[in-house]
T-cell receptor
Framework: GENVEQHPSTLSVQEGDSAVIKCTYS??????FPWYKQELGKRPQLIID???NVGEKKDQRIAVTLNKTAKHFSLHITETQPEDSAVYFC?????????WGAGTKLIIKP | NAGVTQTPKFQVLKTGQSMTLQCAQD?????MYWYRQDPGMGLRLIYY???????DKGEVPNGYNVSRLNKREFSLRLESAAPSQTSVYFC?????????????????FGPGTRLTVL
């Protein structure tokens, strides 16, 4: 079955710098790759997603890239702000399920 | 339009007790999902219902049962709670109909139920 690995587990960056979180997946049939943000004590919320027919997608300070050959995708956050502090999860779709990475805790240092 | 709602928000059980977690969505979505979230392990799928009248096992179904009561409601039951079931439980419902057998759109999550089993 599908397996999703996410790195790093914790990422600390200076406010204003960029942050990159990477995920790898195992099932070449997966065709949808969302990223969710979860603030402490709250529910996960979608921040950006990408489908397998697209290599890159951008939404203001957030971008996602997908390399189908290598089976990995990455989340890029530029000009980080304090409100970006949260846990970020990647996922990959297979059949009717999303398989989730273990999460990355992003810490923004003032 | 409340989206996805869950009850209760918090629950403490003793080992062996039973309970049902309730979930409802008012977005007219076909699919509904139950996840559990444990520290450092992300979200793991317990059961899902791709459409009214169908349910299927996910990654970690043991110790749980589900009922898709109607299109709006999907409940999760713990028949005999165990300490290993201490977790935060999220119900979710993805936008869009089933297409090509995959989830390819936003999942809307409920606020979660924090369950502790002593």
């Amino acid at each position: 079955g599908e397996n999703v690995e996410q790195h790093p587990s914790t990422l600390s960056v200076q406010e204003g710098d960029s942050a990159v979180i990477k995920c790898t997946y195992s099932d070449s049939a997966s065709n949808y790759f969302p990223w969710y943000k979860q603030e402490l004590g709250k529910r996960p919320q979608l921040i950006i997603d990408i489908r397998s027919n697209v290599g890159e997608k951008k939404d203001q300070r957030i971008a996602v890239t997908l390399n189908k050959t290598a089976k990995h995708f990455s989340l890029h956050i530029t000009e980080t702000q304090p409100e970006d502090s949260a846990v970020y999860f990647c996922a990959a779709s297979t059949n009717y399920q999303l398989i989730w990475g273990a999460g990355t805790k992003l810490i923004i240092k003032p | 339009n409340a989206g996805v709602t869950q009850t209760p928000k918090f629950q403490v059980l003793k080992t062996g007790q039973s309970m049902t977690l309730q979930c409802a969505q008012d977005m007219n979505h076909n699919s509904m999902y139950w996840y559990r979230q444990d520290p450092g392990m992300g979200l793991r799928l317990i059961y899902y219902s791709a459409s009214e009248g169908t349910t299927d096992k996910g990654e970690v179904p043991n110790g749980y049962n589900v009922s898709r009561l109607n299109k709006r409601e999907f409940s999760l039951r713990l028949e005999s709670a165990a300490p290993s079931q201490t977790s935060v439980y999220f119900c979710a419902s993805p936008r869009g109909a089933r297409t090509s057998g995959s989830i390819t759109d936003t999942q809307y999550f409920g606020p979660g139920t924090r369950l502790t089993v002593l």
